[in-house]
């Protein structure tokens, strides 16, 4: 399906996590295409919208929203949530993203270790240097590799050492579905299942994780995503259709190098089925 130019985006990245974009460039990149509601999602924090609240330069006509992308397990995959709209002021939200710095932390120790029991030369305060206080992940390991010539590029990267299944794939820091949900709700948010096509699940695999999903408060899906194969758009949006479930869906943009992943760019709404943006626009 072809990409096409929204009025909302609800799942983008800044350097705040692992953007190339300042929150305050992707915030001018939204109004410079026009958008008029803007979701920042980085992952595990919503400092960027903190920042944008206190020090950016906001205009009437884009509104800016809180997320963020937490990570989680499900049957010891990697899943991800997106949470809409949290209080993320509150210290109740601040203390969700504290444990989270904590178990990245946690997770990056883990990841030189075994990155360099792999042969790699990892010097971790140049990585940590270059992050600049971002939510540290493989993405940053994946640059610095690059940089020092021991991987041609990310994606060599991640195919050899940091995908889904490689040695770098260090999950066991992550919260489960069910606490990442629980933590978005309770401090007033929205949950979307992130990007159900990139967790190369089985049709049923997938519906149980859907399933379990909804059955601990989960409200929305990533319906409309780049890239993601017609039929299994065709059957979520079947299923959302028959039990309510609410359809999202976003971008995912990291950086404006990627074609595919333009922000405010995505497949157009499916006519069928109740859309989170009324939601949102409705709270
Ligand atoms: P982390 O937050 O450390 O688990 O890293 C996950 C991030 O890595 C994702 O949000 C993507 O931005 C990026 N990523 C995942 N898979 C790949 C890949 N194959 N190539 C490049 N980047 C990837
Ligand atoms: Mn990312
Ligand atoms: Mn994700
Ligand atoms: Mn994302």
């Known amino acids: 399906m072809t990409n096409i130019a929204h009025t909302w985006e609800m799942h983008c990245h800044s350097t705040f996590s692992d953007g190339t974009l300042s929150a305050q460039g992707v915030y001018d990149l939204a109004l410079e295409r026009q958008l008029e509601h803007l979701v920042l999602t980085d992952h595990d924090t919503a400092a960027g919208y903190r920042w944008l609240r206190e020090h950016g330069t906001l205009s009437e006509s884009l509104r800016l929203w809180p997320g963020a992308e937490l990570s989680t397990v499900w049957m010891k995959r990697s899943v991800h949530i997106v949470g809409i709209g949290m209080d993320v002021m509150s210290p109740a939200w601040q203390a969700v993203e504290a444990r989270y710095d904590q178990a990245r932390e946690s997770r990056f120790e883990r990841l030189l270790f075994v990155l360099r029991r792999e042969g790699l030369t990892l010097d971790e305060s140049a990585i940590r240097v270059q992050a600049d206080g ?127 992943a333009r922000l405010g760019f995505y497949p157009q709404w499916p006519s069928l089925g109740p859309k989170l943006v009324d939601s949102l626009l409705n709270s």
């Not at 390991?141 to 990267?157: E, N, P």
């Not at 059955?215 to 299923?239: N, T």
Request: neutral net charge; charged residues 25%.
């Open 134 to 260: 971002a939510t540290l992940g493989r993405p940053h390991i994946a640059r610095y590799l690059v940089d020092t010539g021991q991987a041609k590029d990310s994606a060599q990267a991640f195919k050899r050492w940091l995908g889904n299944g490689k040695v770098g794939d260090v999950k066991q820091s992550w919260p489960e579905l069910e606490q990442a949900v629980a933590d978005i709700v309770a401090n007033g948010g929205w949950a979307v299942l992130a990007h159900p096509h990139r967790y190369k699940l089985t049709w049923r695999k997938l519906e149980q994780l859907l399933d379990d999903f909804t059955a601990v408060g989960g409200q929305a899906v990533e319906v409309s995503c780049p890239a993601m194969p017609p039929a299994m758009r065709q059957r979520l949006v079947d299923h959302c259709c028959e039990r309510d479930i609410l359809i999202g869906g976003g971008s995912d943009f990291h950086q404006p190098e990627v074609p595919w």
